[in-house]
């Protein structure tokens, strides 16, 4: 079984900055396509960010710059510094992964998600 939990969620300032977790277990991190998503009440999920298993990374417009996705191998985490962090970064962050070694498809594992607000 493949699970992913996301932590470091919580309530911060505009200009604040949060660092967001996804523990995996039954699925080794650097191994296929990670990313985050996240989703606002009323709104569309959007993707935020994705690492392949090459190392390339993608990050949506509205967070280039201020958001960093990476692998943490000694953890089997992945993460996603997130930096001078905005009201409408408001929402619920999830961590995804497949096993395809390329981003770009669907992803078959996701976690719980975690809570980030920013006022």
């Known amino acids: 079984h493949v699970q992913l939990v996301e932590s470091g969620g919580g309530s911060v300032q505009a200009g604040g900055s949060l660092r967001l977790s996804c523990a995996a277990s039954?699925?080794?991190?650097?191994?296929?396509?990670m990313g985050w998503s996240r989703q606002a009440p009323g709104k569309e999920r959007e993707r935020v960010a994705s690492?392949?298993?090459?190392?390339?990374?993608k990050y949506a417009d509205s967070v280039k710059g201020r958001f960093t996705i990476s692998l943490d191998g000694a953890k089997n985490a992945l993460l996603l510094q997130m930096n001078s962090l905005k009201p409408d970064d408001t929402a619920m962050y999830y961590c995804?992964?497949?096993?395809?070694?390329?981003?770009?498809?669907?992803?078959?594992?996701w976690g719980q998600g975690t809570q980030v607000t920013v006022s």
């Open positions: 690492i392949d298993r090459y190392g390339n990374t």
């Open positions: 995804a992964a497949a096993r395809t070694s390329w981003c770009g498809g669907i992803y078959p594992y």
């Open positions: 039954g699925y080794t991190v650097g191994s296929g396509c």
